[in-house]
């Protein structure tokens, strides 16, 4: 699996995000500085070789959402409509949009299939010295081990 073209595949799906009044900077790799709200990929593991001879990666990525703390109502309503299982701002439903038809790769080719697991971390985050309020979401990717 293109692990880089794979993460830039997910920040390319999150930026179909439709929201109220802001648009969702993505991007696929930890940037130095942040343009609220923030969508990007902070953290990966690798499950090698699920199948014989390289044949199944197990990848799941932790994305990160940030938002800005200046009013903290408007934040935490941005970040619920983001983290919501549906809706045109739910980045559940148009990271899992990038997984194709039935029988077609996912993220453009990029991978197998995809899952939107789960949603953590509620909280205050840290990032280059300032503070947003944001979460995590984890996205499991499987595709080819030998590509």
Known sequence: ????????????????????????????????????PCFFI???????DKVMKRKLDVVTFTARILVSRADDLAGQKLLDAMLSGSGAASLKGVIEDARGAPGSAALNGYA????VM????LRLYEHNGLQYLGA???IEVIGDGSA
Do not use: K
């Not at 920040?11 to 500085?33: E, H, Q, R």
């Open 42 to 48: 902070a953290d990966y593991t690798i499950e090698f």
């Open 118 to 121: 789960r949603m953590q971390g």
């Open 1 to 36: 699996m293109d692990i880089y073209n794979v993460r830039a595949q997910l920040a390319l799906a999150a930026s179909a995000v439709v929201l109220p009044n802001a648009s969702l900077t993505c991007t696929g790799y930890m940037p130095d500085a942040i343009t609220e």
């Open 136 to 138: 995590e979401i984890t």
């Open 112 to 115: 197998h299939d995809l899952r």
